[in-house]
């Protein structure tokens, strides 16, 4: 699908103006362990310089290993930059904010019918169907 990158960057948009999203390795596997039924979706990105990290590359496993267990659609994303121009200065604007990883919450228990998400959905549906269990999305320009 491609339109995938332009409906991820939607849906991070809609999402952090719902406060519905919620950035970081450690506070997205903290949130999945309190609440998992309200995750309705899954970023992991980094760059190249990333690829070393070996605690990274372990966090990124479990977090892929608890969405897949939890039917929680998950893509990576290649582009740290984009992602972090698209959602902005943290509220610490001091410390760089970890956008490794990234969660959709579903506001209030509700099933969120935002048209992002349900193209985000169906283009990970897609993917599984030829063994792309977590597809590399491109953000746009």
Same mark, same amino acid.
């Given at each position: 699908?491609?339109?995938a990158g332009k409906a991820?960057?939607?849906?991070?948009?809609?999402?952090?103006?719902?406060?519905?999203?919620?950035?970081?390795?450690?506070?997205?596997?903290?949130?999945?362990?309190?609440?998992?039924?309200?995750?309705?979706?899954?970023?992991?990105?980094?760059?190249?310089?990333?690829?070393?990290?070996?605690?990274?590359?372990?966090?990124?496993?479990?977090?892929?290993?608890?969405?897949?267990?939890?039917?929680?659609?998950?893509?990576?994303?290649?582009?740290? %930059?984009? /992602?972090? !121009?698209?959602?902005?200065?943290? $509220? +610490?604007?001091?410390?760089?904010? &970890?956008?490794?990883?990234?969660?959709?919450?579903?506001?209030?228990?509700?099933?969120?019918?935002? %048209?992002? /998400?349900? !193209?985000?959905?169906?283009?990970? $549906? +897609?993917?599984?169907?030829?063994? &792309?269990?977590?597809?590399?999305?491109?953000?746009?320009?």
């Open positions: 699908m491609q339109g991820l960057h939607e849906l991070l948009v809609s999402a952090q103006r719902r406060s519905c999203l919620t950035a970081g390795v450690y506070e997205s596997a903290k949130l999945m362990n309190v609440d998992p039924d309200n995750v309705a979706f899954c970023v992991l990105a980094m760059d190249e310089e990333d690829e070393g990290d070996i605690a990274l590359q372990i966090h990124f496993t479990l977090i892929q290993a608890f969405c897949c267990e939890n039917d929680i659609d998950i893509v990576r994303l290649n582009d740290t %930059p984009k /992602l972090a !121009k698209i959602l902005g200065p943290g $509220e +610490e604007a001091g410390e760089p904010r &970890d956008l490794h990883c990234i969660l959709i919450m579903n506001p209030n228990g509700d099933a969120w019918k935002d %048209p992002a /998400l349900e !193209k985000l959905n169906l283009f990970c $549906e +897609e993917s599984r169907k030829v063994n &792309d269990w977590v597809p590399t999305i491109t953000l746009p320009e």
